[in-house]
């Protein structure tokens, strides 16, 4: 089962920033949290992952909080092609055989025009 | 620059008939994927290979089988497509990013399989 808890859908205007919550209250001391979206119709595609510090990439900021049992996806400038949605997983970051990613519903983003 | 490709993007199979779907890699990863996605769903994890070892999930129907011939290739073979087998696979790789922790998974862009 999935470890964490997403709202099923949400809106943001095109240009505003959008905000994606995520709870995961019994993630463990060696787990990141993750987040990947999916497009219709093509391969989910990573997005930025983080331990206990936020982070910031090209794409996206990740603010988890001190108590690492919530994060918040942010994409600073919405974009009608950031409509998709977007999983929230938490796993232990090392390669091997327990690398495995285990979805849960996600949140569908819609940008609104 | 495709890394991660799978053929065909859409395939058509009558029911009980083996199907084969395949997947590509050009980023050298020790590890492979192969994800179910049935429509309106979160992707489901079927088995994965770690270099030549395969590791079945547990609900894995007998079914599906796949095989792993070099480190570029993987395929998914299902023995006798039901009409519950309708539905997007994804296969995926991963492996260390240089110069990063990350272990991120890279996605193709999936096979719609259709059984009539």
């Known amino acids: 089962d999935a470890k964490t808890t997403q709202p099923t859908s949400m809106d943001c205007a095109e240009g505003r920033a959008a905000n994606l919550p995520c709870n995961h209250s019994?993630?463990?001391?060696?787990?990141?949290v993750y987040w990947y979206r999916q497009i219709h119709s093509q391969g989910p595609q990573y997005i930025i992952h983080?331990?206990?510090n936020n982070e910031t990439n090209e794409m996206a900021s990740l603010i988890i909080t001190e108590d690492r049992k919530s994060s918040t996806l942010i994409l600073p400038h919405a974009t009608l092609r950031d409509t998709a949605v977007y999983y929230c997983?938490?796993?232990?970051?090392?390669?091997?055989?327990?690398?495995?990613?285990?979805f849960g519903t996600g949140t569908l983003l819609a940008v609104q025009p | 620059d495709a890394m991660v490709i799978q053929n065909p993007r859409y395939q058509v199979t009558q029911f009980g008939k083996p199907v084969t779907l395949s997947c590509s890699q050009t980023?050298?990863?020790?590890?492979m994927y192969w994800y179910q996605q049935k429509s309106s769903q979160a992707p489901k994890l079927l088995f994965h290979?770690?270099?030549?070892?395969?590791?079945n999930e547990a609900d894995t129907p007998d079914n599906f089988q796949s095989r792993r011939p070099n480190t570029s290739f993987c395929f998914l073979d299902i023995r006798s497509p039901g009409l519950g087998d309708a539905a997007m696979y994804l296969c995926?790789?991963?492996?260390?990013?240089?110069?990063?922790?990350?272990?991120?998974?890279?996605f193709g862009p999936g096979t719609r399989l259709t059984v009539t």
């Open positions: 995926a790789t991963s492996g260390r990013t240089s110069g990063t922790d990350s272990y991120e998974q890279y």
């Open positions: 019994t993630i463990s001391g060696n787990e990141y």
């Open positions: 983080g331990l206990k």
């Open positions: 997983i938490v796993r232990p970051n090392y390669g091997g055989a327990t690398n495995k990613l285990i």
């Open positions: 980023l050298n990863h020790n590890v």
């Open positions: 290979y770690y270099d030549k070892d395969f590791n």
